[in-house]
């Protein structure tokens, strides 16, 4: 794993990724004049402000659990890493692509935010196997116990039989 893939991974990748969606997507807002999502700027202002501050609440956090000079070096499980195996893009997913959406009060930015959910899915799978790679059965285990970007709700079962 180089210098680059261990403190960035697939993120810059990804942005640019997004980015050239939402540009897609805003020039299909203009070419379609789809009915507005809310039609309230408030609420777009509120949603864009709750998902930045959500995005900015869980980037904070997961920089403390794992800061940039230990990534791809130590497999964390604490913090948001206990709940989500990539929590800075689950972030932006979540939190700030929502709040984007909503703000810019169109079906089709909506649209964009939900896609960017399978889009991030194959855009993780080469930092996936890397961390694979690096950390073995032990990065497998963990992927079986935590969703890549959002909690698993249902876990598999803790087994009764003690490890030999």
């Known amino acids: 794993m180089t210098t680059y893939q261990r403190i960035f991974g ?7 990724f997004g980015l050239i969606s939402l540009a897609l ?3 299909l807002h203009t070419d379609l004049a789809l ?4 039609g309230a700027p408030v609420v777009g202002f509120v949603a864009l402000g709750i998902g930045t501050m959500i995005t900015l609440s869980i980037v904070v956090w997961s920089l403390k659990a794992l800061p940039p000079d230990k ?3 130590d497999l964390v499980k604490a913090g948001p890493f206990a709940h989500v195996r990539h929590p800075l893009y689950a972030a932006f997913l979540v ?15 909506l649209l964009w935010a939900v896609l960017q959910y399978p ?3 194959l855009n993780i799978t ?29 876990r598999p ?5 003690p490890p030999l």
């Open 119 to 121: 889009l991030w899915h």
């Open 71 to 73: 990534r791809g070096r």
């Open 35 to 38: 009915a507005p999502l809310h």
């Open 25 to 27: 997507a805003i020039w």
């Open 126 to 154: 080469g930092e996936e196997r890397l961390m694979e790679q690096e950390f073995g059965q032990d990065y497998l285990d963990y992927c079986e116990t935590t969703g890549r970007f959002l909690p698993r709700i249902v």
């Open 95 to 109: 939190g700030f692509d929502m709040g984007l959406a909503i703000y810019m009060d169109g079906w089709i930015f």
């Open 157 to 161: 079962p803790e087994s009764d039989v």
């Open 10 to 16: 697939t993120g810059p990748r990804g942005l640019a």
